[in-house]
């Protein structure tokens, strides 16, 4: 398997540009998380799915910030309007909840740059 | 609440030495345990949990972890550190069924020659 995918694996865009990020989980896993990790905050959840479905999304900063899911094999986070403090290591994970096994599996991340 | 801490962010050991990486929890149902680790420009890789059963489970890359339920810990322990070692290091909290997990801030290895 190769892993959780994620696209682009650096991106640099000026304040105000839409960003989107990519991401391909494992195949067969039934749910989804994207973190945001900052020297500041260090790894945080934004938003986790089950199923296709978002569970919980406590953790989006903004409404600038949405993320969605439309079938088992792809999600994006996108950022509207993108700001300078949005620059971060974006991290999509991936696990099968399955007999109590929860473990989850990381992308590489998308590094993004704000100017 | 829900919470993980590692006390220590920065730990510096020499090559050869050994290695405890300390994690507290705080859960209010049973707790799955995982220790992640990060290499510079990478993502995290796990490198093992704990669901059930023994409290001494064993990873990769050598490391090891004992579950102690009176003291809410989960230490990462390594007898003998090599250079590659160098890294990040996230203890993470979750429980069965339950997706989310809570993350500690990290714990950065430095290993000396």
């Known amino acids: 398997d190769a892993g959780v995918i994620q696209s682009p694996r650096h991106e640099v865009t000026e304040m105000g540009q839409e960003v989107t990020l990519r991401c391909k989980p494992i195949s067969g896993h039934n749910s989804l998380f994207w973190y945001r990790q900052t020297m500041m905050r260090g790894l945080e959840l934004l938003i986790y799915?089950?199923?296709?479905?978002?569970?919980?999304d406590s953790g989006m900063p903004e409404d600038r910030f949405s993320a969605k899911m439309p079938n088992a094999s792809f999600s994006t986070l996108k950022i509207q309007p993108s700001e300078p403090r949005d620059s971060a290591v974006y991290f999509c994970?991936?696990?099968?909840?399955?007999?109590?096994?929860?473990?989850?599996?990381f992308g590489p991340g998308t590094r993004l740059t704000v100017l | 609440a829900q919470s993980v801490t590692q006390p220590d962010i920065h730990i510096t050991v020499s090559e050869g030495a050994s290695l405890e990486l300390r994690c507290n929890y705080s859960y209010g149902a049973t707790p799955y345990l995982f220790w992640y680790v990060q290499s510079p420009g990478q993502g995290l890789q796990l490198l093992l949990k704990?669901?059930?059963?023994?409290?001494l489970v064993q990873g990769i890359k050598g490391f090891e972890a004992e579950f102690k339920r009176s003291q809410s810990s989960f230490n990462l322990r390594k007898p003998s550190v090599h250079w590659s070692d160098a890294a990040e290091y996230f203890c993470?909290?979750?429980?069965?069924?339950?997706?989310?997990?809570?993350f500690g801030s990290g714990t950065k290895l430095n290993v000396k020659p």
């Open positions: 993470a909290v979750g429980a069965r069924n339950f997706n989310k997990f809570y």
């Open positions: 799915f089950n199923n296709n479905v978002p569970i919980d």
């Open positions: 994970a991936s696990s099968l909840i399955e007999g109590g096994n929860n473990e989850q599996f």
């Open positions: 704990y669901f059930s059963g023994d409290t």
